[in-house]
């Protein structure tokens, strides 16, 4: 488990479970504003004849799914002051703060932290093709394991050589099951 600096600022990290290999550890900067948590499940339509409404059947649970906005300010070192300092390239520039992000989604690579402004150059290499890392998020008294499925990043205030200096950073996660990976016993009586 890891042990953050500041435990009133949500984080999100991604476990990379080669050794010798950093994980992605992001301290936010600004907690979001916002968050939204939402769960659906599934119902199959079941049609009858005299009926006038049709009957609704439960199939299967649906994701929870949480989404939130954080801001990146390479201007500002934000509430926490500098104990939570964001990735900055020698420019001022933000981008290796943002990477930190990018990396939640590309293909699990060892070399996430040389990428510069794209990731498309770390995959050419005699790396195997693995799935973005399991990610573990945090905020308050939530912890939970989930895998993040979306990230849009706006950037909003350039340095004077176009680097960005600050940016709104969209996060889309999923929440994995503990028994996710543990197939399901058939029902009884069934096949």
Known sequence: MHTLRE????????????????????EFQYNPAQLG??????????????????LRQYTQGGDRTISFTVRVDGLYAGPSGDRIPIGRDEDGGITPELNKYR????????SWPDAGGTFTALYGRDEGFAAPPDCVFGFGGRV???????????????????????ADVAVTLVERM????????????GA
């Open 103 to 110: 990396a939640l989604l590309w293909p699990r690579s060892r």
């Open 144 to 166: 939970i394991d989930c895998v993040v499925t979306e990230i849009a990043i706006t950037e909003t205030l350039f340095t004077p050589a176009l680097a960005p200096l600050r």
């Open 37 to 54: 948590d939402r769960r659906a499940v599934g119902y199959a339509t079941l049609n009858a004849p005299g009926r006038l409404l049709p």
């Open 7 to 26: 435990p009133d600022r949500g984080f999100l990290v991604g476990l990379i479970p080669d050794p010798g290999v950093p994980d992605v550890v992001i």
């Open 178 to 189: 503990p028994d996710e990976a543990v197939p399901t016993a058939p029902l009884p009586g």
